[in-house]
């Protein structure tokens, strides 16, 4: 079975500060990786993916993501947080030996950044 | 391009009653996913159709059933509607190759 933890319900950031959104999976074959974005009463926003290659990878509005397979992590970093980068994060996980693509998402990480 | 689209917007029904919700498809996509998300949660996922026929499910009950058509648009019928199906309901399509799923605003579904 396929899972993901996103271990803080709540991350404030000073807005200029770098911010991170913790994120751990677990998989039984290699992971596909996604971050989304969820703004009030809004669907999902597509960030950024892992599916193979270089372990960082950089996504939209200045987001970046590094995979660590070690530890089976998946952390959601921006170098300067914007007021405007307050939302709500999923990342979400698909096993590669799965014939769908049935993602498994976490419980989120509200993100607010501070004036 | 055109996005995903999911309509209604919102829905009221009461319990016991049966309800029908739909999405279309981002252009060039001919894979729908479902996920029902309740107040609170992270999106749970309900079934994928590709090419008409469903393609894995989650753990719903069969009362939750779906049609994907031949323009690659997608119905999600629930049959005997409980309070805890109160949730927002996306709809995601994609291309089947291990691409993003883009996902519709959703249907908020109020069951009374």
């Known amino acids: 079975a396929q899972s993901v933890a996103q271990p803080e319900d709540q991350v404030n950031v000073a807005e200029g500060n770098p911010l991170t959104v913790k994120c751990t999976y677990s998989?039984?074959?290699?992971?596909?990786l996604f971050w989304y974005v969820q703004y009030p009463n809004r669907g999902l926003q597509f960030l950024l993916k892992?599916?193979?290659?270089?372990?960082l990878v950089k996504g939209s509005y200045g987001f970046e993501a590094e995979f660590n397979k070690s530890q089976t992590s998946f952390h959601l970093k921006k170098p300067s947080a914007l007021v405007s980068d307050s939302a709500l994060y999923f990342c979400?996980?698909?096993?590669?030996?799965?014939?769908?693509?049935?993602?498994?998402f976490g419980t989120g990480t509200r993100l607010t950044i501070i004036p | 391009e055109t996005g995903v689209t999911q309509s209604p917007t919102h829905l009221i029904k009461t319990r016991g009653q049966q309800v029908t919700l739909r999405c279309s498809s981002q252009?060039?996509?001919?894979?729908v996913s479902w996920y029902q998300q309740a107040l609170g949660q992270g999106p749970q996922f309900i079934f994928q159709?590709?090419?008409?026929?469903?393609?894995g499910r989650g753990n719903f009950p069969p009362r939750f059933s779906g049609l994907q058509f031949p323009n690659y648009s997608s119905e999600l019928n629930v049959n005997a509607l409980e309070l805890d199906d109160s949730a927002l309901y996306l709809c995601?399509?994609?291309?089947?190759?291990?691409?993003?799923?883009?996902f519709g605003p959703g249907t908020r579904l109020t069951v009374t």
């Open positions: 159709y590709y090419r008409e026929e469903e393609n």
């Open positions: 252009s060039g996509h001919n894979t």
């Open positions: 979400a996980v698909r096993d590669e030996n799965f014939g769908n693509e049935k993602l498994t």
């Open positions: 892992y599916i193979t290659g270089d372990n």
């Open positions: 998989v039984s074959g290699n992971p596909y």
């Open positions: 995601a399509s994609s291309f089947l190759a291990g691409g993003e799923q883009y």
